[in-house]
Each structure stands twice: as structure tokens, then as C-alpha cells.
């Protein structure tokens, strides 16, 4: 063998050498719990044979409590690029079975580093978290890595898509990256995030609770917001993430791109003509609308476990993108609530950040009322929603269902927040209250000094319903552009994207707003 032989020898005997991570029995204790490793999750993730990694060799330098005689594979964390869906993207995935995939210096700079090449590069980074938390033997270094971590998860935010996949633990410090990026997978019974765990919450505060149920992935789609995705296993969660990739835009200079489709981009919709019930309190499943106007009847959610009462989706109308907002008269009456406005308003400020237009869909009696709602800061959540329909400069389509009614109404992109293009149908409710609240303030003396004060209380309902809950005053100022049958509901929008998509808005300079948050 003579010396340039040797040398490619000596490199294919260390690749393989990391190529078995953290050796057999670590492997085999990570598949036993039904996970992948971190390499064969990125070979799911990536095209096949288009993923390159980079910094295989990177050893970490501490010399502390004996570290210097210790070898980790590729320092437990895996990085590199390749091609999803035939589109560039990079990508880490951390390596429990090395060292626990713990955290320090050369892993965050790993990190890091493809980071700082996302950003040039313009294309997704995504982020596969399985690690034990922070080395604790490499001390201030392991917490400069994460805030390294951090400080590109905040300038990336807006530049190009960041996902996050939690496959496994994730605690203390090392929550706070999944939590500033764009979108956050978990994986049912394997994952979780916690700031502190059980064993510490039970002796500070004595509280005696599960990981699961503490921070599973379950918990954190339902009740934390956390989390926008709960996934049944490994596999399910990477192919997820790649449907979502398909909706977006590598970056922020770009629109996401147009799918081709057999299927007519004009069509029409008769079953929304039946689709709002005859009885006025009788609600209906605001998916059949979703359902009926997008392409193929598809559609993507996340948050579908958090704050039901509202919907937000991708779709793709004539084979465009689509950021979908929707009232869900089917839970709570579809009232705009604290979790509500939290949920609504970051899906709306991702869409504007990446040219992604949005359809707001109403049918809302209102704000939820109630103590909790109002010392919970209704008013201040609230105001994020106005805030960001306000704030945002893609194209904003409005499509009026039922009821929308007072300051609900105008939450919901209405024209007055800047919707480019509204419209009703003619079930619409505009106004500022219900019909039995309007009368009863309007008309309080009459019905209270009148022979029959239930007769006359029905008779002021009759007389405002059939004044005001319409949809043609607020046609008639041209707050609603065109009141539409409801199964040409797709053509108008379609139409009026084609319309708008070049729009381009500009707004007064400034470092930036300050969103009530």
C-alpha cells in the first residue's frame, strides 16, 4: 500500500470509527426505546445520498475531571446539508448515545456554524434535539454555547424557516432554542421539555407529577402552546416536518413554491351552500369549509391541539400557499379567547415574515368573557392579534361567514386592520353586538314600560336582526367588497390572489414596533 493509499485507508477506518456513534450497546438502548439514531434520522430526513456532513471530526478540548482521555463521536451532535423534496436544507441531529449528546463548546460551535451557512445560504435549518443538557464538566463554556445558540435563533428569526424537532429530553436552558424557533415537533411518550423535572419540582413545591405529564408532547400541544406537532414515533415526525417544508419558502426574499396540480384551479363549491345550518345556535365544522376551497381538499395544522376555537392551516389555492386564520364555531363558539390571540398572532407574523398571503375566515359573537380571561390579560393578548393583522403587508383576504360582531369583528382582519380584499356571504352578521343584546340596551325603557315586556323584547330582536345583521351596511360603506354565493367562494379567492400577489406595501422606518407581548 503505498502512502497516498495509506492515508484514504487511515480516513475510512476514522469515519467508520464515528459512523458507530457511541458503540453497539448505546445504539441498541436507543433502539429498544423505539427511536432512531441520530444518523438514521437525518438519512429519513434528507433525500437519498444528498446529505454532507460537516465537522465529523470535531473534538472537544476540556481537560477537566478526567475529560482528556475521552473520545466522543463527532462530539454528539451530527451536522450537515443536503436536499428535501429536491430543496436545500441543513440540518443537526444530536446523539444521545454519545456522551448523551450533551452540550459543550465544539458541539455549540458545530451548531453554530451551520447556522451562520443557513443564514448565507438562505435555506431552512432544522434541529433534531436528544441530548442530556449542558456538559456539565466543561462549566462557562457549555452555558456560552447555548447562548451562542440563542443569539442565531433570534437573527435568524424572519430570514429563513427554523424547526425543531424534539426527539427525546430536552431541559433547563437547552428548552429555550426549540422555543425561538418557528415551529416545534415532539414525539408522544419519548420526548420531552421541561425547565426543571419532576424530582425538582417535588422537592421545591412539593407537586408530585409524571415527565409526561409534565412536559410530553402531548402536554405541551394542549396546554402550554409549546409544542406545535405531537407525533406518534420518529418516522412520523421527520416526515411531517418535510410536508411542511413543502408549504414554505426557503427564505425571506422568496414566495413559497407554486404546485402543479390536474385539478381545475375554477371550481365550484355547492356544498357550502348548505354548509350554515337553518337554526341559528346550531354550530358547524368550519374544516368543510377549509376542506371545500383548498386544492385537493388538503390542508396542514399546526397547533391543532392548542386553542381549538381557532384554526390555522396551510393551504394552497391554485396551487399557492396559503396561511389559513379561522373561527371554529364548533368549539366555544369559535370566540377569540388569551390562547386564541397568542396562537393566531404568531401564525400571522411567520406568514408575513416569509411572503406567505393569509385568508381570514370569521365567524365570531365575540371575546370570551369571564374573570380568569380579564386577570389573564385578555386585553394585552388581544391587542397582539390586532397588532399583527395591522402589522402584517402580504396579501390579506377576508371571507365573512356569520357572525362577526364588535371588537371580534375587527380583530379579524378586518378592512380597517388593512385587508386587502373582503368578503360575506349573505349569512353575514356585521355589527356591533348580537340582535337580543342590541335590543335590550337599545331599547331597554320601551321593554321594560311596555304590557307585554317579552313581546316587545322579540319585536326590537326582529327589527334590529332585519336592520343590521347583514352583511350589505357594512357592503354598502365598502367595508365588504362583494357579498358572494357561498359555492363561488374558491373562484373569488383565487381571483382575488391573482389580483394581489404583486402587492407591495411599504411601511414608515424603524428599528421596530413594540408588540404588546
Known amino acids: 500500500m503505498n502512502r497516498v493509499q495509506n492515508k484514504i485507508h487511515n480516513l475510512k477506518e476514522k469515519d467508520a470509527q464515528t459512523l458507530i456513534m457511541g458503540g453497539a450497546p448505546a445504539v441498541e438502548k436507543q433502539k429498544a426505546k423505539g427511536k432512531l439514531t441520530a444518523r438514521e434520522r437525518l438519512d429519513r430526513l434528507f433525500d437519498r445520498d444528498t446529505f454532507r456532513e460537516i465537522d465529523r471530526f470535531v473534538t472537544h478540548r476540556c481537560t477537566h475531571f ?31 448515545t454519545s456522551r448523551a449528546g450533551s452540550l459543550g463548546e465544539m458541539h455549540a460551535k458545530k451548531i453554530c456554524k451551520i447556522m451562520d451557512m443557513a443564514m448565507k445560504a438562505g435555506v431552512p435549518i432544522i434541529g433534531m434535539n436528544d441530548s442530556g443538557g449542558a456538559r456539565i464538566q466543561e462549566g462557562v463554556d457549555a452555558l456560552a454555547g447555548y447562548g451562542e445558540i440563542f443569539f442565531r435563533n ?39 421539555m421541561f425547565i ?14 409524571g415527565f409526561d405529564t409534565l412536559g410530553g408532547a402531548v402536554t405541551h400541544c394542549t396546554k402550554s402552546g409549546v409544542a406545535h406537532f405531537a407525533c406518534e414515533d420518529d418516522e412520523e415526525c421527520i416526515d411531517r416536518i418535510k410536508l411542511l417544508l413543502s408549504y414554505l419558502p426557503a427564505n425571506n426574499k422568496e414566495t413559497a413554491p407554486r404546485a402543479l396540480s390536474e385539478e381545475p384551479i375554477h371550481r365550484l363549491c355547492p356544498e357550502l351552500d348548505t354548509l350554515i345550518p337553518e337554526n341559528p345556535v346550531k354550530p358547524y365544522d368550519m374544516f368543510d369549509l377549509i376542506r371545500a376551497v ?32 379561522a373561527n371554529q364555531p364548533k368549539v366555544l363558539a369559535g370566540c377569540l379567547d388569551i390562547d386564541t390571540s397568542d ?30 380571561q380579564e386577570w389573564g390579560g385578555i386585553i394585552r393578548h388581544g391587542a397582539k392579534l390586532l397588532w399583527s393583522y395591522s402589522e402584517a403587508t402580504v396579501p390579506k383576504l377576508l371571507l365573512i361567514t356569520k357572525k362577526s360582531y364588535g371588537g371580534a369583528y375587527l380583530a379579524m382582519s378586518s ?5 386587502d380584499m373582503a368578503f360575506a356571504w349573505p349569512t353575514a352578521e356585521i355589527a356591533v353586538m348580537g340582535a337580543q343584546g ?12 311596555a304590557d307585554n315586556p317579552e313581546a316587545m ?15 350589505y351596511i357594512a357592503a354598502s360603506r365598502g367595508y365588504i367588497d362583494a357579498v358572494i354565493v357561498p359555492s363561488e367562494t374558491r373562484n373569488h379567492l383565487i381571483d382575488a390572489l391573482d389580483v394581489i400577489s404583486s402587492k407591495h406595501e411599504t411601511r414608515p422606518p424603524r428599528k421596530h414596533g413594540n408588540i404588546p407581548l
Open 415 to 419: 378592512r380597517h386592520l388593512g385587508a
Open 294 to 325: 383548498a386544492d385537493h381538499g388538503t390542508y396542514f395544522e399546526p397547533h391543532s391541539l392548542f386553542a381549538p376555537n381557532i384554526i390555522t392551516c396551510f393551504i394552497r389555492l391554485g396551487g399557492r400557499t396559503v396561511g389559513v386564520i
Open 154 to 192: 433570534a437573527s435568524a428569526s424572519g430570514v429563513i424557516p427554523q424547526i425543531s424537532a424534539i426527539m427525546g429530553a430536552t431541559a433547563g436552558g437547552a428548552v429555550y432554542s426549540p422555543a425561538m424557533t418557528d415551529f416545534v415537533f415532539m414525539v408522544k411518550e419519548t420526548s420531552h
Open 343 to 372: 396562537k393566531a398572532s404568531r401564525f400571522i407574523r411567520f406568514c408575513d415574515a416569509f411572503n406567505i398571503p393569509l385568508l381570514t375566515i370569521a365567524d365570531v359573537p365575540g371575546f370570551l368573557p369571564g374573570i380568569q
Open 196 to 209: 426543571t423535572g419532576p424530582d425538582v419540582i417535588r422537592s421545591v413545591t412539593g407537586e408530585d407529577v
Open 66 to 96: 478526567g475529560m482528556e482521555g475521552v473520545e466522543i463521536p463527532a462530539d454528539g451532535v451530527i451536522t450537515g446539508h443536503g436536499l428535501v423534496g429536491g430543496r436545500p436544507a441543513f440540518a443537526y441531529a444530536q446523539d444521545v
Open 457 to 471: 323584547r322579540n319585536e326590537k330582536i326582529c327589527e334590529y336582526n332585519d336592520l343590521f345583521l347583514t352583511p
Open 438 to 449: 342590541a335590543a335590550n340596551v337599545i331599547h331597554r325603557k320601551e321593554i321594560k314600560g
